[in-house]
């Protein structure tokens, strides 16, 4: 009697066992109790895709992280739930407080974290808890010291705003991959030339992480800015012409989703090993998106099974 193939327990695994592209789904926790049915909402209503994996992300602050916490201890206890990433930061936390959060997460068997420095809460200059942690390739050390975990860490296809130096986002993100990162989710962007690029210097480095480019469709013309923010870069000039040349919320909406679908097979020719696409706890213009890329790559129709 046969017996169905053993599902990945980590993204490195899923990774390198992939005979095509994966695809991710990265929701954000809930604000408040009143928000707590949007994110299930979002999530059951992208449950049917069958994700190669989910992450909640970090929240900000105590209650967030909590909320946090519980999302993914809840998307990870599912019968037949899909691979649950948890995320991590340093904002703010003792090294005491993350061995807590790394204890919740192994508990209902979540192996793969996302480890990220993290912002300060309302923005401002960084600041290091006295007894925690300075970046994110110390976090991935400290993480990998604390347990059998498969770590992931951000990658910068637009140079990271601090610096403006794409070649010293390169050096760090192999620092990060030399402490025991296995692979990477880049930030926001727009520009499918800048994943290539870093790729390209990555390779250069010799270092061969696997690096999945994140996606979020952009599908209201009040999001231009707001997006721009998230990327650390203005959006493409024709992209934005484009949006602005639109007539009505329906054919913003249009030109958004047919720009995202267009940035995904970009990259996929690119050579990318799957999309992370950043839901904002929304599911139809990811479904949207993916039903058109299914339509035209009939790999990342098996990808998430």
Known sequence: MSHPPTRPGTVAELLSSATGPTFSFEFFPPRSEEEEPVLWRAVEALAPLEPSFVSVTYG?????????????RRIASAPGGPLT????TCVDQSKADIADALAAYREVGVRNILAIRGDMPGGGEWTRHPDGLANATELVRFIREQGDFCVGVAAFPNPHETSNDADLD????????????????????????????????MRGLGCGVPIIPGVMPLTVITQIERFADLSGRPLPEDF????????????????????????????????????????????????????????????VAEAGR
């Open 85 to 88: 990433v948890g995320h991590l």
């Open 240 to 299: 934005v012409a484009r949006l602005r040349a639109a007539s009505s919320k329906e054919e913003v909406r249009r030109v958004g989703l047919a720009a995202a679908v267009d940035f995904c097979r970009d990259l996929l020719d690119a050579g990318a090993p799957g999309l992370q696409f950043f839901t904002q706890n929304r599911s139809k213009a990811t479904r949207e998106v993916l039903a058109e890329l299914k339509s035209a790559v009939p790999a």
């Open 60 to 72: 900000a602050n105590g209650s967030r992280r909590d909320r946090t916490i519980h999302a993914t």
């Open 170 to 201: 390169a050096r760090i993100l192999a620092e990060k991959v030399d402490s025991g990162a296995e692979f990477a989710i880049t930030q926001l962007f727009f520009d499918a030339g800048r994943y290539a690029e870093l790729v390209t210097r």
